[in-house]
Each structure stands twice: as structure tokens, then as C-alpha cells.
């Protein structure tokens, strides 16, 4: 078992994710099918913990997944620039989020002020993907650099 | 609810306008997502997958095939997932080279060796599901609009009207002007330029445009470079729908941005700012490059598959009638004119570069290339012998000129240095007011200087 991420790298992690990023959460079942959903918001609590909101009921086969394994990989994009992070945890766990319509609403808008500089019209930005959503919490324990060109893969240490 | 098919999906999930995601898992069920630059349709059963940077991914295939796909639709966001299982990687063959020619057109950057395809990954379809969202719409403003990127239509009408305007042209420049004006009004293809290859320079120049800030007739782009180029050299359409996406990665994008800026020696190319899609397409005739027809649009996804084979058809149409003109060699004898006499005490300064055939005025570029040298010979014929008329004829067959025997594209090469000279305003003026003659005039004093070449 991994012993998590370096201070440097959470606050790293923290810092990119609400820049509003695409997220693309991937899980995979006892079977070793994967899985895969569009999430809504990711943040880094103050206990260094990972917290995502998975929509539903698109997310449905993502939850059951993390109930059974509690294992996910979350790349994140930055429509705008093209930076990409993937970070991977385990121990995952359904949690309730009070605050989590307002990270919901603050990340879509986010998200969507990049897209509408891109030229996708904002009408589209709000279909991808459902209302209700379930927050899940993890440790993450490992950090890549997904940015495409040579660094694409390597393990961002801090 | 049945399944949906795989053949059944929409085409505009295959643009790479949103990116495609992939999430594997490897023997130990540990998972890895990874967006995708694009994903290919292979044929009713397989996509393939361009192996450029996936390290985790390929060692996950290797224990565990089976993975899953995360296709976005770029009009309307609906979504599909695709469960796919690797059946084998190709280094060569057709699909590779396909594939391997759009990352070369469209991806690269700094260090090109870190882009380049390294294999074309294929994986079998096995399920396909698409997702089921329900959004929430209450934010302001976002009203359940549907598919808000509606497409237009067009086709074999606004084909048959081309084809009609082609044919009532009874010159060259009536024939670009009236045919570039229905790929507007018709096709809705508001910015649209033409290029001509000229085979003993291997490049390409632009002899027509309509809807871009300059005209760049006259601009000259090589072979294999930008989009026009690559899409002459590999003779394949070349379909961008989303040029600001792929600026990021995009060799041949920045090429073609920075030959829209031109140069001390360049005519800016025809271009949009901000253009966000971008379509040229090979006109080919009788098994050879002649040359590109090419489209811009601001808006992402302007472009499709429809599009490709519309503006590919408009350009052959075109092609065929440009080269219709060209074999039209009829050329009515009339007595020349004489050179009149400068009606103002101006003088107007040319200066001929034998290294490039580059013409300047008044220490301004005005063009190079053959073009140039055409210039430059009817200046100084028009010195020595005094005489302002020129026959095509006689040009044709002009040592200086070194035209090929067959093929010369004159007519064209004529009509794009009259534009050219027309845009520049500098007293100086063709006018072609029959078919093969052509009439300079001046009323300028011509002064004209020679660097020599070396």
C-alpha cells in the first residue's frame, strides 16, 4: 500500500483542481471490466483526503465498482491549456458532502468558461452529465503528469 | 431498450473534437484513465487508437485487453461508452499511414520524435451503451435547447448550381469569381480559397479567394507544408474541426498561421483570424495533383464527412473548368498596341531578383516565382521592343520564361499576376480583354534594375 502523496504533491493536486478541469473517473470491477464516467467536481479536503462527485445515474456501475474494490484513477484536463494530471487512490468510500452542490455548481462554471473560450456553445456544457450526484472520498497515493510530450507518465513527486 | 450498434454511431464522434477517454485496468484491478487525441473507426467492428504516448495503458493491455471507451458527441454531448478488447498493434499498412499522416499534419510540436505514431493500436467493439444523463437545467440561460449545433444542409442542388456557373463563364476570372461566389451562397462555405500547383517549383499558389481579410492571391505555400501543402502532398483531404484544440499540439496549424502572416518575401496567405475549423481537399486531374481548394470557417465543427466530399466534388468541378480555359488556345489576331506615353512625370521603380525571379517596387514585394519572371519579361519587352500587346502564344514559347511544353497553367499564372498587380495599386496594370492577349499599361515612366543571381 502506497503511503500517499507528498504534502507538495496534494497541495499541487489541490491548486489544479479547482482550476475546474475535465475529469474522467475510471474504476474496475472484481472482474477486471472497467469502467468509466465524466465527474462533476474533485477537491482536496484539508485532510489531504481526495473527494469526487460521481453523477448518477450515469456513475451507478463506477459506485458499485468502488464499493467493491475502492480503487480509482481520475485524469484531469484543463480544457485550456492541455495540462493533465492522473491521480490514483485506493480505499474508497461513499460519503456525504454538504457542500457539495455549491463545488458542483462552482467547478461546472469553471469548466464551462473554458469551454465557452473554445467555442463550444454554453447550452452543451451543462448536459454533460446529470444533476444528482454522490461524493466519494480516497486517499490518493499516486500523481502522474499527463500532459502529452516527453513528461506524459511520470510521477509528479512535489 | 435494445443496444445500440456500433456502425449506427454518429460520424462526429470519430472527429476528435471532444476527446475520447480510455480506462484500463490491469491484473491487479488497478485502474488508469487517460484522454485520447482521437479515435478512428476502422470498419463495422474495431477502432483504432493512436499509440503515442500511452506507457500505463499498453502495460495494462498487455495483462488485461479488455477496456473501455469514453466517446463525447461534439454537437450535442450525448455520450457512449464502448467496451473494447486490444487485438493487435500495426506498424505499417494503409490505416497506420493514415493515421500516421494526420498526427503528422495536425499533432507534433517541439520535439517531433515524442509525437510520432508509433503504432496504430486496434481494438474489437464488444458492447456499446450510451449513457443515460439527466442534466440539470436550471442554471440560467441554459434552456433544453437539444442539438443546438444544428448542420446545414446542402447538396446536389448547390453542386448543380456550380456546375451551371462554371459553365456560362466565358473567362477565367469570371469562372473563379462566380464559382467562389456559390461555394458562399450556396454551400455556405463563406471563406474559400484556391490553389494551383506549379509543378517545377513544387508549390503552391493561391490564384482565387473570397471572405478572408486579404485575398493572398499570389501567396505561395510548398508541398507537405501546413494544411494546404500536406494535403497536396499526401493528395488526401485534410478536415480540422477544431483549430483552436489543436493549436496545442498542431505543427502544421502554426506553419500555416505563420505563412498567413507572410513575410519580407511571402504573400500572406488568405486566412481567418480565429478560424476554428478548416477543410482543403486535393483537386486531382488526370492522375495529377493540380491543386487544393481549401475552406475556413470561425466556427468549431463546420466541417464533416458530408462537407469533405461536397467541397471535393465543387473542387473538381472547379478544377476541370480552370483547366477547360487553360486548353482553350484559341487566340483571335488583332494588331498590337503601342506603348503610350507616360501621362505623369512618376517614376516607377521595379527591381527584378534573378535568384527567386522576385519582383519589388519601390523596394515593396510584390511577387516571385514564375509569376515574377512573367512580370519581368512583358516589363522588358515592353522597354525594348516598345510595344504594350502580348500574345499568350508568344509567352508560352519564351526562352526566358522556361514554361513546361505541356500544361503551362499560363492563363492561370496571367490571371493571378493582373489580381496581384490590381491589389498593389501601382500604376501598372494587365488588362485581358480578349482571350490570349494580354495589354499592359502604364502611364507611369518604368525604371527597371536587374540583381543577378549568386
Given at each position: 500500500m502506497s503511503p500517499g502523496l507528498s504534502p507538495a504533491a496534494l497541495r499541487s493536486l489541490g491548486q489544479f483542481l479547482i482550476q475546474s478541469p475535465s475529469l474522467a473517473l475510471a474504476t474496475c470491477d472484481a472482474a477486471g471490466r472497467s469502467e468509466m464516467v465524466r465527474a462533476a467536481a474533485a477537491r482536496i479536503t484539508p485532510a489531504g483526503k481526495l473527494r469526487i462527485l460521481v453523477p448518477l445515474p450515469e456513475g451507478a456501475r463506477s459506485l458499485a465498482n468502488i464499493e467493491a474494490t475502492g480503487r480509482v484513477a481520475l485524469t484531469a484536463a484543463i480544457v485550456s491549456t492541455y495540462r493533465t494530471l492522473q491521480v490514483k487512490g485506493s480505499g474508497a468510500l461513499l460519503v456525504p458532502w454538504p457542500e457539495q452542490a455549491e463545488v458542483a455548481r462552482e467547478s461546472l462554471l469553471g469548466l464551462s468558461a473554458q469551454l465557452t473560450n473554445v467555442g463550444m456553445p454554453r447550452e452543451l456544457h451543462f448536459r454533460l452529465w446529470s444533476g444528482r450526484q454522490q461524493a466519494i472520498e480516497l486517499t490518493p497515493s499516486e500523481l502522474y503528469e499527463q500532459t502529452p510530450g516527453p513528461g506524459a507518465g511520470l510521477a509528479v513527486s512535489g | 431498450?435494445?443496444?445500440?450498434?456500433?456502425?449506427?454511431?454518429?460520424?462526429?464522434?470519430?472527429?476528435?473534437?471532444?476527446?475520447?477517454?480510455?480506462?484500463?485496468?490491469?491484473?491487479?484491478?488497478?485502474?488508469?484513465?487517460?484522454?485520447?487525441?482521437?479515435?478512428?473507426?476502422?470498419?463495422?467492428?474495431?477502432?483504432?487508437?493512436?499509440?503515442?504516448?500511452?506507457?500505463?495503458?499498453?502495460?495494462?493491455?498487455?495483462?488485461?485487453?479488455?477496456?473501455?471507451?469514453?466517446?463525447?458527441?461534439?454537437?450535442?454531448?450525448?455520450?457512449?461508452?464502448?467496451?473494447?478488447?486490444?487485438?493487435?498493434?500495426?506498424?505499417?499498412?494503409?490505416?497506420?499511414?493514415?493515421?500516421?499522416?494526420?498526427?503528422?499534419?495536425?499533432?507534433?510540436?517541439?520535439?517531433?520524435?515524442?509525437?510520432?505514431?508509433?503504432?496504430?493500436?486496434?481494438?474489437?467493439?464488444?458492447?456499446?451503451?450510451?449513457?443515460?444523463?439527466?442534466?440539470?437545467?436550471?442554471?440560467?440561460?441554459?434552456?433544453?435547447?437539444?442539438?443546438?449545433?444544428?448542420?446545414?444542409?446542402?447538396?446536389?442542388?448547390?453542386?448543380?448550381?456550380?456546375?451551371?456557373?462554371?459553365?456560362?463563364?466565358?473567362?477565367?476570372?469570371?469562372?473563379?469569381?462566380?464559382?467562389?461566389?456559390?461555394?458562399?451562397?450556396?454551400?455556405?462555405?463563406?471563406?474559400?480559397?484556391?490553389?494551383?500547383?506549379?509543378?517545377?517549383?513544387?508549390?503552391?499558389?493561391?490564384?482565387?479567394?473570397?471572405?478572408?481579410?486579404?485575398?493572398?492571391?499570389?501567396?505561395?505555400?510548398?508541398?507537405?507544408?501546413?494544411?494546404?501543402?500536406?494535403?497536396?502532398?499526401?493528395?488526401?483531404?485534410?478536415?480540422?474541426?477544431?483549430?483552436?484544440r489543436e493549436r496545442r499540439y498542431d505543427r502544421a496549424v502554426v506553419e500555416q498561421a505563420a505563412r498567413a502572416k507572410g513575410g519580407e518575401r511571402e504573400i500572406a496567405l488568405p486566412a481567418l483570424e480565429q478560424a476554428a475549423s478548416a477543410l482543403a481537399v486535393p483537386l486531382v486531374l488526370r492522375g495529377s495533383l493540380f491543386g487544393v481548394l481549401a475552406a475556413e470557417s470561425r466556427e468549431i465543427l463546420a466541417f464533416d464527412e458530408q462537407d469533405e466530399q461536397l467541397l471535393a466534388t465543387a473542387g473538381q468541378l472547379l478544377a476541370q473548368g480552370v483547366a477547360l480555359h487553360e486548353e482553350d488556345d484559341s487566340e483571335p489576331e488583332a494588331p498590337p498596341l503601342p506603348v503610350s506615353l507616360p501621362t505623369t512625370r512618376g517614376v516607377l521603380r521595379l527591381r527584378y531578383y534573378e535568384a527567386d525571379d522576385?519582383?519589388?517596387?519601390?523596394?515593396?514585394?510584390?511577387?516571385?516565382?514564375?509569376?515574377?519572371?512573367?512580370?519581368?519579361?512583358?516589363?522588358?519587352?515592353?522597354?525594348?521592343?516598345?510595344?504594350?500587346?502580348?500574345?499568350?502564344?508568344?509567352?508560352?514559347?519564351?526562352?526566358?520564361?522556361?514554361?513546361?511544353?505541356?500544361?503551362?497553367?499560363?492563363?492561370?499564372?496571367?490571371?493571378?499576376?493582373?489580381?496581384?498587380?490590381?491589389?498593389k495599386s501601382i500604376g501598372l496594370r494587365l488588362r485581358r480583354e480578349d482571350r490570349g492577349r494580354l495589354h499592359v499599361e502604364c502611364n507611369l515612366q518604368i525604371s527597371i534594375e536587374v540583381t543577378p543571381a549568386g
Open positions: - | 431498450m435494445t443496444a445500440p450498434l456500433f456502425s449506427d454511431l454518429p460520424a462526429e464522434l470519430f472527429e476528435g473534437v471532444l476527446p475520447a477517454a480510455l480506462a484500463s485496468a490491469a491484473a491487479d484491478q488497478a485502474p488508469n484513465a487517460t484522454w485520447l487525441s482521437q479515435v478512428w473507426r476502422v470498419d463495422s467492428g474495431h477502432v483504432a487508437l493512436s499509440c503515442q504516448f500511452f506507457r500505463k495503458t499498453r502495460s495494462n493491455l498487455g495483462q488485461n485487453p479488455v477496456a473501455l471507451l469514453l466517446l463525447t458527441h461534439p454537437r450535442t454531448v450525448e455520450q457512449w461508452r464502448l467496451l473494447v478488447r486490444y487485438s493487435r498493434s500495426e506498424t505499417t499498412g494503409t490505416l497506420f499511414d493514415t493515421m500516421a499522416r494526420r498526427i503528422a499534419t495536425v499533432s507534433a510540436a517541439e520535439n517531433e520524435s515524442v509525437f510520432a505514431l508509433r503504432s496504430a493500436d486496434i481494438f474489437e467493439v464488444l458492447e456499446v451503451e450510451k449513457l443515460v444523463i439527466e442534466p440539470d437545467l436550471s442554471e440560467p440561460g441554459v434552456a433544453d435547447r437539444g442539438a443546438v449545433m444544428a448542420r446545414k444542409p446542402a447538396g446536389i442542388s448547390a453542386l448543380l448550381r456550380l456546375s451551371e456557373s462554371i459553365a456560362a463563364s466565358k473567362q477565367l476570372s469570371g469562372l473563379l469569381e462566380s464559382g467562389l461566389s456559390v461555394l458562399g451562397s450556396h454551400f455556405g462555405y463563406d471563406s474559400v480559397s484556391l490553389y494551383l500547383l506549379e509543378r517545377s517549383e513544387g508549390i503552391l499558389y493561391a490564384l482565387a479567394s473570397r471572405g478572408f481579410p486579404q485575398s493572398g492571391v499570389g501567396a505561395r505555400i510548398p508541398l507537405g507544408v501546413g494544411i494546404i501543402g500536406s494535403c497536396a502532398q499526401h493528395r488526401l483531404p485534410i478536415r480540422i474541426a477544431d483549430l483552436a522576385s519582383v519589388f517596387v519601390d523596394d515593396e514585394y510584390l511577387i516571385k516565382g514564375i509569376p515574377g519572371r512573367i512580370l519581368w519579361l512583358i516589363v522588358s519587352l515592353r522597354e525594348t521592343e516598345h510595344r504594350s500587346t502580348f500574345q499568350n502564344r508568344e509567352l508560352r514559347l519564351h526562352p526566358l520564361l522556361k514554361l513546361p511544353t505541356f500544361k503551362d497553367n499560363l492563363e492561370a499564372r496571367l490571371l493571378m499576376l493582373q489580381r496581384r498587380l490590381e491589389e
